[in-house]
């Protein structure tokens, strides 16, 4: 059974960069697709992007200039990087997998997501 | 971007009863379309990918039908614990969400 848990801080200054890892366990990150996906307080979900063990990324269009997703194969870990953050991307961050090895996957696994509050 | 419309934005029902949720595509996505079961506080389940095939653990009662452009999730009947909000995700084209339907308690 794969687990996902993410980590950071939970309060980050406008105009900072926002960091998260997530952390799988259960499994190997060494396949499928893994993904960021962040839902504001009472809104929907957003999918920021995904990474591959390889390296191949691939980010939303609306983040991507502000995006970068990284992986840690060693440490069993990915990380997400959001710069220049504003009040508008306030919101409870998930790391999920995909559930099929190729990049057109749902999502079968997902973290239990924290919550990152942008405010001075 | 595909864009994904749900509806309705709430469905009130009593337990027992059937539930019937839409989401609608604004291009054609196959039958590259999920659905999600979202509680409060809680991360989204999925519940169907691929348009109509359960995932592990997902009781029958939970039925999807569609592709192309047209997608429903059907609850035979509601369970006390299916009460929550569900949202519709397209990965036929990047990956988008709806903006969820809330299955209330009548």
């Known amino acids: 059974q794969v687990q996902l848990q993410e980590s950071g801080p939970g309060l980050v200054k406008p105009s900072e960069t926002l960091s998260l890892t997530c952390t799988a366990s259960?499994?190997?990150?060494?396949?499928?697709?893994w993904s960021w996906i962040r839902q504001p307080p009472g809104k929907g979900l957003e999918w920021i992007g995904y990474?591959?063990?390889?390296?191949?990324?691939n980010y939303n269009p609306s983040l991507k200039s502000r995006v970068t997703i990284s992986v840690d194969t060693s440490k069993n870990q990915f990380s997400l990087k959001l710069n220049s953050v504003t009040a508008a991307d306030t919101a409870v961050y998930y790391c999920a997998r995909s559930k099929s090895s190729t990049s057109r996957s749902s999502f079968d696994y997902w973290g239990q997501g924290i919550l990152v509050i942008v405010s001075s | 971007e595909i864009v994904l419309t749900q509806s309705p934005g709430t469905l009130s029902l009593s337990p027992g009863e059937r539930a019937t949720l839409s989401c609608r595509a604004s291009?054609?996505?196959?039958?590259?379309l999920a659905w999600y079961q979202q509680k409060p506080g809680q991360a989204p389940r999925l519940l169907i990918y691929?348009?109509?095939n359960r995932a592990t653990g997902i009781p029958d009662r939970f039925s999807g039908t569609g592709s192309g452009t047209d997608f429903t999730l059907t609850i035979s009947g509601l369970d006390p614990e299916d009460f929550a909000v569900y949202y519709c995700?397209?990965?036929?084209?990047?990956?988008?969400f709806g903006q969820g339907t809330k299955v209330e308690i009548k």
């Open positions: 990474i591959h063990y390889s390296g191949n990324t």
């Open positions: 691929g348009a109509s």
């Open positions: 995700q397209q990965y036929g084209s990047s990956w988008t």
């Open positions: 259960g499994g190997s990150i060494s396949t499928y697709y």
């Open positions: 291009q054609n996505v196959s039958s590259y």
